[in-house]
Protein backbone atom coordinates (compact mmCIF):
# COMPACT_ATOMS: atom_id res chain seq x y z
CA UNK A 1 0.00 0.00 0.00
CA UNK A 2 1.23 3.20 -0.91
CA UNK A 3 1.76 6.26 1.43
CA UNK A 4 -1.02 8.38 0.54
CA UNK A 5 -3.28 5.27 0.54
CA UNK A 6 -2.07 4.19 4.14
CA UNK A 7 -3.22 8.38 4.94
CA UNK A 8 -6.16 7.96 3.10
CA UNK A 9 -7.32 4.88 5.54
CA UNK A 10 -6.33 6.12 9.21
CA UNK A 11 -8.40 9.87 8.21
CA UNK A 12 -11.13 7.97 7.38
CA UNK A 13 -10.51 5.56 10.51
CA UNK A 14 -9.90 8.34 12.48
CA UNK A 15 -12.89 10.91 11.12
CA UNK A 16 -9.74 13.72 10.03
CA UNK A 17 -10.61 15.89 8.08
CA UNK A 18 -10.42 15.08 4.49
CA UNK A 19 -8.66 19.02 3.58
CA UNK A 20 -6.34 18.03 6.33
CA UNK A 21 -5.00 14.82 3.51
CA UNK A 22 -3.40 17.33 1.56
CA UNK A 23 -0.63 18.66 3.94
CA UNK A 24 2.47 17.57 3.82
CA UNK A 25 2.64 16.31 7.38
CA UNK A 26 -0.25 14.19 7.18
CA UNK A 27 2.08 11.02 6.90
CA UNK A 28 3.81 12.13 9.84
CA UNK A 29 0.78 12.56 11.98
CA UNK A 30 -0.63 8.95 10.66
CA UNK A 31 2.78 7.53 12.18
CA UNK A 32 2.15 9.42 15.37
CA UNK A 33 -1.49 8.17 14.95
CA UNK A 34 -0.25 4.55 14.88
CA UNK A 35 2.53 5.02 17.24
CA UNK A 36 -0.34 5.93 19.87
CA UNK A 37 -2.27 2.92 19.25
CA UNK A 38 0.38 0.90 19.85
CA UNK A 39 2.14 3.09 22.76
CA UNK A 40 5.29 2.64 20.84
CA UNK A 41 7.27 5.04 23.07
CA UNK A 42 10.31 4.10 24.32
CA UNK A 43 11.89 4.32 27.77
CA UNK A 44 14.20 6.63 28.80
CA UNK A 45 17.39 5.17 30.69
CA UNK A 46 16.51 7.45 34.38
CA UNK A 47 12.82 5.10 34.59
CA UNK A 48 15.16 2.26 33.22
CA UNK A 49 17.59 2.22 35.93
CA UNK A 50 14.68 3.09 38.30
CA UNK A 51 12.18 0.13 37.41
CA UNK A 52 15.31 -2.06 38.17
CA UNK A 53 15.97 -0.74 41.65
CA UNK A 54 11.99 -0.34 42.66
CA UNK A 55 11.95 -4.46 42.01
CA UNK A 56 14.99 -5.36 43.58
CA UNK A 57 13.74 -3.43 46.69
CA UNK A 58 10.44 -5.48 46.34
CA UNK A 59 12.28 -8.90 45.19
CA UNK A 60 15.39 -8.65 47.10
CA UNK A 61 18.87 -7.96 44.66
CA UNK A 62 18.89 -11.39 43.59
CA UNK A 63 16.21 -11.12 41.66
CA UNK A 64 17.90 -11.80 38.19
CA UNK A 65 18.80 -15.20 39.78
CA UNK A 66 15.88 -15.92 41.39
CA UNK A 67 13.13 -15.15 39.09
CA UNK A 68 12.20 -14.94 35.18
CA UNK A 69 11.57 -11.89 33.32
CA UNK A 70 9.06 -11.53 30.07
CA UNK A 71 8.92 -8.01 28.96
CA UNK A 72 6.10 -8.81 26.19
CA UNK A 73 5.82 -5.59 25.36
CA UNK A 74 9.54 -5.21 24.76
CA UNK A 75 9.54 -2.77 21.83
CA UNK A 76 13.54 -2.27 21.50
CA UNK A 77 14.21 -3.67 24.42
CA UNK A 78 15.35 -0.85 26.07
CA UNK A 79 13.76 -1.39 29.57
CA UNK A 80 16.43 -4.38 29.37
CA UNK A 81 19.62 -2.83 29.65
CA UNK A 82 21.60 -3.08 31.99
CA UNK A 83 20.05 -6.84 33.39
CA UNK A 84 22.90 -9.09 33.92
CA UNK A 85 21.22 -12.51 33.98
CA UNK A 86 20.06 -13.17 29.83
CA UNK A 87 19.46 -16.88 30.46
CA UNK A 88 16.50 -15.68 32.75
CA UNK A 89 14.89 -12.96 30.27
CA UNK A 90 12.73 -13.19 27.77
CA UNK A 91 11.87 -10.28 25.05
CA UNK A 92 9.00 -10.23 22.84
CA UNK A 93 7.07 -7.47 20.98
CA UNK A 94 4.82 -6.47 18.14
CA UNK A 95 6.38 -5.43 15.26
CA UNK A 96 9.26 -7.67 13.27
CA UNK A 97 11.00 -3.86 12.89
CA UNK A 98 11.63 -3.96 15.98
CA UNK A 99 12.53 -7.50 16.98
CA UNK A 100 15.05 -6.82 14.21
CA UNK A 101 16.46 -4.27 16.03
CA UNK A 102 16.98 -6.51 19.20
CA UNK A 103 18.49 -8.72 17.47
CA UNK A 104 20.78 -6.25 16.20
CA UNK A 105 21.59 -4.81 19.56
CA UNK A 106 22.34 -8.05 20.47
CA UNK A 107 25.08 -8.39 17.36
CA UNK A 108 26.23 -5.37 19.02
CA UNK A 109 26.92 -6.22 22.60
CA UNK A 110 23.48 -6.39 24.09
CA UNK A 111 23.18 -8.88 27.23
CA UNK A 112 20.05 -10.92 25.59
CA UNK A 113 20.11 -14.12 23.80
CA UNK A 114 18.85 -14.45 20.15
CA UNK A 115 16.10 -17.09 20.67
CA UNK A 116 14.50 -15.15 23.87
CA UNK A 117 13.83 -12.45 21.59
CA UNK A 118 10.82 -13.16 19.38
CA UNK A 119 7.69 -11.61 17.82
CA UNK A 120 4.64 -11.88 19.74
CA UNK A 121 1.52 -10.48 19.76
CA UNK A 122 0.31 -10.69 23.68
CA UNK A 123 -3.79 -9.78 22.44
CA UNK A 124 -3.71 -12.15 19.79
CA UNK A 125 -1.59 -15.03 19.64
CA UNK A 126 -1.62 -18.68 21.45
CA UNK A 127 0.93 -19.00 23.79
CA UNK A 128 1.72 -22.48 21.72
CA UNK A 129 3.49 -19.86 19.26
CA UNK A 130 6.03 -19.17 22.62
CA UNK A 131 9.62 -20.31 22.35
CA UNK A 132 9.33 -24.16 23.59
CA UNK A 133 12.29 -22.75 26.73
CA UNK A 134 9.46 -20.28 27.77
CA UNK A 135 6.18 -22.26 27.39
CA UNK A 136 8.57 -24.64 30.12
CA UNK A 137 8.70 -21.90 32.67
CA UNK A 138 4.53 -20.94 32.11
CA UNK A 139 3.39 -23.97 32.45
CA UNK A 140 4.97 -24.78 35.77
CA UNK A 141 2.58 -25.08 38.53
CA UNK A 142 4.13 -22.73 40.86
CA UNK A 143 5.22 -19.59 38.67
CA UNK A 144 7.25 -17.63 40.73
CA UNK A 145 9.67 -21.06 41.15
CA UNK A 146 12.89 -20.25 42.18
CA UNK A 147 15.62 -21.05 39.43
CA UNK A 148 17.76 -23.70 40.47
CA UNK A 149 21.51 -24.08 39.07
C1 LIG B 1 5.90 1.46 25.63
S1 LIG B 1 6.50 0.54 24.26
C2 LIG B 1 7.78 -0.41 25.00
C3 LIG B 1 9.04 0.31 24.97
C4 LIG B 1 10.19 -0.48 25.53
N1 LIG B 1 10.09 -0.61 26.95
C5 LIG B 1 11.44 0.23 25.13
O1 LIG B 1 11.82 1.15 25.81
O2 LIG B 1 12.00 -0.13 24.07
C6 LIG B 1 5.24 -0.69 24.07
C7 LIG B 1 5.54 -1.68 22.99
O3 LIG B 1 4.51 -2.65 22.98
C8 LIG B 1 4.29 -3.04 21.66
N2 LIG B 1 2.93 -3.60 21.56
C9 LIG B 1 1.75 -2.96 21.43
N3 LIG B 1 0.74 -3.83 21.35
C10 LIG B 1 1.30 -5.07 21.44
C11 LIG B 1 0.78 -6.39 21.41
N4 LIG B 1 -0.51 -6.61 21.26
N5 LIG B 1 1.64 -7.42 21.53
C12 LIG B 1 2.97 -7.21 21.69
N6 LIG B 1 3.53 -5.98 21.71
C13 LIG B 1 2.70 -4.92 21.59
C14 LIG B 1 4.44 -1.77 20.85
O4 LIG B 1 4.73 -2.07 19.51
C15 LIG B 1 5.58 -1.09 21.60
O5 LIG B 1 6.80 -1.41 21.00
Redesign the pocket.
Known amino acids: MRDKDICEETVLKNKIEPDFLDKPTCTDIVKEINRE????????KIW?ELSQKYIADVLGEDWQDEYYVW??????????TGLTNKYNIWA????KA?VDVMHDRIENGANLLDDHVFQ??????GFEKLPKGLQKIINKDNHNVKRHR
Not at 120 to 125: E, G, P, Q, S, V
Open positions: RKGSFYTPVDCAAGTGNLLSTLDDFDFLND
